[in-house]
């Protein structure tokens, strides 16, 4: 089975500044895919960022950047100037590939403070 | 752009009744998979959905139940409703078809509430 650790329960950053989120994971396979989704108070699901397991450059999506070890099977998020808006809890996930089942780590709360 | 649409946004019951939560995926979307998130807990998948077959199951209890229609939209079947059933029900969907085709869209979910 697939599991997702987010070792850090919640992190703060101020403003502007950047912030690194950790994820880790366990899995056999050599095919799969990786998320990082935000969910902001509204408790809305929104995905920040995906890669490919085959893929060995690192997804970037503006101001969101993953650093993925694949050997190591870590897959963290960087948020440069971090804005307010990003105050979320963020949510690491994965899913085997041709399979429906996405596996979360347990979230990492994160306070953006001004 | 469209979204997924989830209905009813709220919900709240008593103990051993049933619910249904309905989903309507992002129009040409043709999965769709159902999650559940309690309170301060991760999603958890429950089941999913292609073209109207489902696909994979994850932790749903026996009590409840699944399936999606013609148009592709779906409904989750809850009976004999649990305390510990109250939570964020999540419906996603995806295109197969699509370059993007893992991306899981969320919709806003359902909150159930059991009383």
């Known amino acids: 089975a697939q599991t997702v650790t987010q070792s850090q ?20 396979e050599s095919n799969y ?15 920040v960022i995906r890669q490919e397991a085959y893929k060995q450059q690192n997804a ?48 990492t709360r994160l306070t953006v403070k001004p | 752009a469209a979204g997924v649409i989830q209905s009813p946004r709220h919900l709240i019951k008593e103990k051993r009744e049933t619910a249904t939560l309905k989903c309507y995926p992002i129009p040409r979307h043709d999965t769709v998979y159902w999650y559940q998130q309690g309170p301060g807990q991760d999603p958890q998948f429950l089941i999913s959905f292609y073209e109207k077959m489902q696909s994979d199951k994850g932790s749903i ?30 419906c996603a969907s995806s295109s197969r078809g699509s370059r993007s085709y893992n991306e899981q869209f969320f919709g806003p979910g359902t909150r159930l509430t059991v009383l």
């Not at chain 1, 329960?9 to 994820?23: F, G, I, K």
């Not at chain 1, 895919?33 to 995905?47: D, E």
């Open chain 2, 61 to 90: 209890p026996d009590r409840f139940s699944a399936q999606q229609f013609s148009d592709y939209h779906s409904e989750l079947n809850m009976s004999s409703l649990e305390l510990g059933d109250s939570a964020l029900y999540f």
């Open chain 1, 33 to 47: 895919y990786l998320f990082w989704y935000k969910q902001p108070p509204s408790r809305q699901m929104i995905l």
């Open chain 1, 9 to 28: 329960p919640e992190m703060s950053v101020q403003e502007a500044e950047t912030v690194t989120l950790s994820c880790t994971y366990d899995t056999s």
């Open chain 1, 60 to 107: 970037t999506e503006n101001r969101f950047s993953v650093n993925f070890q694949k050997a190591a099977k870590s897959f963290s998020l960087k948020i440069s100037d971090s804005q307010l808006g990003d105050t979320a809890m963020y949510f690491c996930a994965f899913m085997k590939q041709w399979n429906n089942d996405m596996r979360f780590g347990a979230g």
